[in-house]
């Protein structure tokens, strides 16, 4: 049943998945009711619902666009399940705001493969990628995948190799330009709080956050194991495609890992890859049986994780 609904992308499958978005996303929030007695709160946790919802639209547009999907609603039905596994996201703006700018870097890297306006693509996602940074500071391991984007397609051009640094120069001066505006803004102890590694992963406030974790990486295996065993027998031009959007998972697993104040909430930047692998192995498996049971199972766990962290 739950194929047949989104086997097609309609009005009616955006509709169902912005409702959604809408009821869990307040549902967490009104745990707790005090941010509705200040204007900036309230103006913040709306900024953040507009973050999310458009993450959904970019992840929708960056599946559809590099032929990643068919038409169908399977992208932003996945993202929607693997976000409730950490309801805590809703409550994180430096990594919800992180994890749109990496959407907007990684939308430029696939569309890499058309070989158009390369170079425009490469500026374009190192900027973004530096944006997250600032937000979360490990995000800047996301430029792995950049240089991974050169080998795979324009890798002759020498001065592809040098726009990252470009780049980088043009956020710093922006951000140079920020910090002499509001002068309390320490741009060396800005950093040096920040750039701190810690393998640490003893944050956990209860058992059920122990226990999502435990279900999204057995998930998440499942979907990674898959793409790549099935990678040879899909069509030559997504290859490449493909091959960074695993190379991006594993990036943003070695980013939840090597971060300092870890949480949960650092696994949104795996859910966008972990999302388009997902997609791509409903429409890869014909059998419908075996799909309905992978949706099945997936909406029990992230309703359970979900409402056990409530």
């Given at each position: 049943?739950?194929?047949?609904?989104?086997?097609k992308?309609?009005?009616?499958?955006?509709?169902?998945?912005?409702?959604?978005?809408?009821?869990f996303?307040?549902?967490?929030?009104?745990?707790?009711?005090?941010?509705?007695?200040?204007?900036?709160?309230?103006?913040?946790?709306?900024?953040?619902?507009?973050?999310?919802?458009?993450?959904?639209?970019?992840?929708?547009?960056?599946?559809?666009?590099n032929?990643?999907?068919?038409?169908?609603?399977?992208?932003?039905?996945?993202?929607?399940?693997?976000?409730?596994?950490?309801?805590?996201?809703?409550?994180?703006?430096?990594?919800?705001?992180?994890?749109?700018?990496?959407?907007?870097?990684?939308?430029?890297?696939?569309?890499?493969?058309?070989?158009?306006?390369?170079k425009?693509?490469?500026?374009?996602?190192?900027?973004?990628?530096?944006?997250?940074?600032?937000?979360?500071?490990?995000c800047?391991?996301?430029?792995?995948?950049v240089?991974?984007?050169?080998?795979?397609?324009?890798?002759?051009?020498?001065?592809?190799?040098?726009?990252?640094?470009?780049?980088?120069?043009?956020?710093?001066?922006?951000?140079?330009?920020?910090?002499?505006?509001?002068?309390?803004?320490?741009?060396?102890?800005?950093?040096?709080?920040?750039?701190?590694?810690?393998?640490?992963?003893?944050?956990?406030?209860?058992?059920?956050?122990?226990?999502?974790?435990?279900?999204?990486?057995?998930?998440?295996?499942?979907f990674?194991?898959?793409?790549?065993?099935?990678l040879?027998?899909?069509?030559?031009?997504?290859?490449?495609?493909?091959?960074?959007?695993?190379?991006?998972?594993?990036?943003?697993?070695?980013?939840f890992?090597?971060?300092?104040?870890?949480?949960?909430?650092?696994?949104?930047?795996?859910?966008?890859?972990?999302?388009?692998?997902?997609?791509?192995?409903?429409?890869?498996?014909?059998?419908k049986?075996?799909?309905?049971?992978?949706f099945?199972v997936?909406?029990?766990?992230?309703?359970?994780?979900?409402?056990?962290?409530?």
């Open positions: 049943m739950i194929t047949s609904v989104f086997k992308s309609t009005p009616l499958n955006y509709s169902l998945v912005v409702i959604l978005i809408l009821v996303f307040f549902m967490f929030q009104i745990r707790e009711t005090s941010w509705i007695n200040s204007y900036f709160t309230i103006f913040q946790k709306l900024s953040l619902l507009c973050f999310i919802l458009a993450s959904f639209f970019m992840i929708n547009f960056i599946v559809k666009k032929g990643l999907s068919k038409d169908n609603g399977y992208a932003i039905f996945f993202y929607l399940l693997f976000i409730l596994f950490f309801p805590t996201i809703f409550n994180n703006p430096d990594v919800i705001y992180a994890n749109f700018f990496i959407l907007l870097a990684l939308r430029r890297l696939i569309s890499l493969q058309s070989l158009k306006a390369s425009e693509k490469i500026f374009d996602a190192s900027f973004w990628i530096f944006v997250a940074s600032l937000f979360q500071f490990w800047v391991l996301f430029l792995i995948l240089f991974i984007s050169i080998v795979f397609h324009v890798s002759r051009d020498y001065r592809n190799w040098v726009l990252p640094f470009i780049a980088l120069l043009a956020v710093a001066l922006v951000f140079t330009m920020i910090s002499l505006m509001f002068n309390n803004i320490d741009a060396v102890d800005f950093f040096q709080k920040r750039a701190v590694i810690d393998f640490r992963i003893d944050y956990f406030k209860n058992n059920y956050e122990n226990g999502a974790l435990s279900i999204y990486v057995a998930v998440a295996l499942f990674v194991i898959s793409m790549i065993t099935t040879s027998n899909r069509p030559q031009i997504v290859h490449a495609s493909y091959k960074k959007v695993v190379a991006c998972f594993f990036i943003a697993a070695l980013v890992i090597v971060s300092p104040d870890k949480s949960n909430d650092l696994l949104l930047f795996s859910i966008a890859p972990l999302t388009i692998m997902a997609a791509s192995h409903i429409e890869y498996v014909q059998q049986l075996n799909n309905e049971i992978v099945y997936l909406i029990l766990c992230s309703l359970f994780t979900f409402f056990s962290q409530l």
